[in-house]
């Protein structure tokens, strides 16, 4: 199996789990199944909580690394002892929040985080005027071929958030790295293969930099990818998209999928 961890960049970058475990089992020359655990701005304790919790079996760990990957800080992870956004239980995750004398409660429950859903649950229904049992469709993709933001959106995007993540990256990028590299201990403990890759970034508006904090935290990821030997993907570099290929600044549309899945898939099978 291979589980895939990070934000809605990795959600965005891949036409379907079943095309991509096909394009992996080819490149690999046996039967693979993808999983996406990727969710909107998945923080890396999340990504641990979520690991901690796998069920047993060989698999390899994908985590998608990006600027906003880095830029939570504990009080934004809290939440995860008290079941936001997922209802498990994480002894990883409350060792390090107490670390960071973030830990407020004095034992995991989850019954807050329920409640919430089930409220949640509710409005959706009552919102799109859904019975109250039936199910909604889960959609794959924010969004499959557009509108793509015009090129001064996709600036204004990038201006405004890469100001906000230089700001908190110099704030939480030590407690980031801390948690990245236990979610490698714990994979590597549980005898899961963990490789890292560049989430998709449209370097088509304003830059590839990020106001130093790609260049940044791609030295500390290779510095952990190295102390635990960990494959560092290479498919940003391998892959050439064009701004269109992207709906905005993070999120590619079909033909970037197109581009980015089948090289994605290589070097996944590869590692």
């Given at each position: 199996?291979?589980?895939?961890?990070?934000?809605?960049?990795?959600?965005?970058?891949?036409?379907?789990?079943?095309?991509?475990?096909?394009?992996?089992?080819?490149?690999?020359?046996?039967?693979?199944?993808?999983?996406?655990?990727?969710?909107?701005?998945?923080?890396?304790?999340?990504?641990?909580?979520?690991?901690?919790?796998?069920?047993?079996?060989?698999?390899?760990?994908?985590?998608?690394?990006?600027?906003?990957r880095?830029?939570?800080?504990?009080?934004?992870?809290?939440?995860?002892?008290?079941?936001e956004p997922?209802?498990?239980?994480?002894?990883?995750?409350?060792?390090?929040?107490?670390?960071?004398a973030?830990?407020?409660?004095?034992?995991?429950?989850?019954?807050?985080?329920?409640?919430?859903?089930?409220?949640?649950?509710?409005?959706?229904?009552?919102?799109?005027?859904?019975p109250l049992?039936?199910?909604?469709?889960?959609?794959?993709?924010?969004v499959?071929?557009?509108?793509?933001?015009?090129?001064?959106?996709?600036?204004?995007?990038?201006?405004?958030?890469?100001?906000?993540?230089?700001?908190?990256?110099?704030?939480?990028?030590?407690?980031?790295?801390?948690?990245?590299?236990?979610?490698?201990?714990?994979?590597?403990?549980?005898?899961?293969?963990?490789?890292?890759?560049?989430?998709?970034?449209?370097?088509?508006?304003?830059?590839?930099?990020?106001?130093?904090?790609?260049?940044?935290?791609?030295?500390?990821?290779?510095?952990?990818?190295?102390?635990?030997?960990?494959?560092?993907?290479?498919?940003?570099?391998?892959?050439?998209?064009?701004?269109?290929?992207?709906?905005?600044?993070?999120?590619?549309?079909?033909?970037g999928?197109?581009?980015?899945?089948?090289?994605?898939?290589?070097?996944?099978?590869?590692?």
């Amino acid at each position: 199996t291979i589980y895939l961890t990070g934000g809605s960049a990795t959600m965005e970058c891949f036409l379907s789990e079943e095309s991509l475990g096909d394009d992996i089992s080819w490149s690999a020359g046996e039967e693979m199944c993808a999983v996406s655990l990727a969710a909107h701005s998945q923080s890396f304790a999340e990504s641990l909580a979520l690991v901690e919790n796998l069920p047993e079996g060989e698999a390899l760990l994908a985590v998608g690394l990006a600027p906003m990957r880095f830029t939570n800080g504990p009080a934004d992870d809290a939440g995860l002892l008290t079941g936001e956004p997922f209802f498990l239980r994480s002894a990883s995750v409350r060792r390090l929040l107490e670390e960071e004398a973030a830990s407020t409660s004095p034992v995991d429950l989850v019954f807050p985080g329920v409640l919430r859903f089930i409220k949640g649950y509710v409005r959706e229904r009552r919102t799109d005027g859904i019975p109250l049992w039936a199910e909604i469709a889960y959609e794959e993709h924010y969004v499959i071929d557009g509108p793509l933001r015009t090129r001064a959106q996709k600036r204004e995007m990038a201006a405004s958030d890469m100001r906000d993540d230089a700001a908190t990256y110099a704030a939480f990028d030590d407690y980031n790295f801390a948690v990245l590299e236990e979610l490698v201990r714990l994979a590597q403990a549980r005898c899961f293969v963990v490789a890292f890759f560049d989430q998709p970034l449209n370097e088509h508006v304003l830059g590839a930099s990020w106001r130093g904090v790609v260049p940044s935290y791609r030295r500390r990821a290779r510095t952990i990818a190295a102390r635990y030997g960990v494959a560092y993907l290479d498919v940003a570099r391998k892959v050439t998209l064009a701004d269109t290929d992207f709906v905005d600044v993070y999120h590619l549309v079909t033909p970037g999928r197109l581009k980015w899945q089948p090289e994605f898939a290589r070097q996944l099978a590869a590692a």
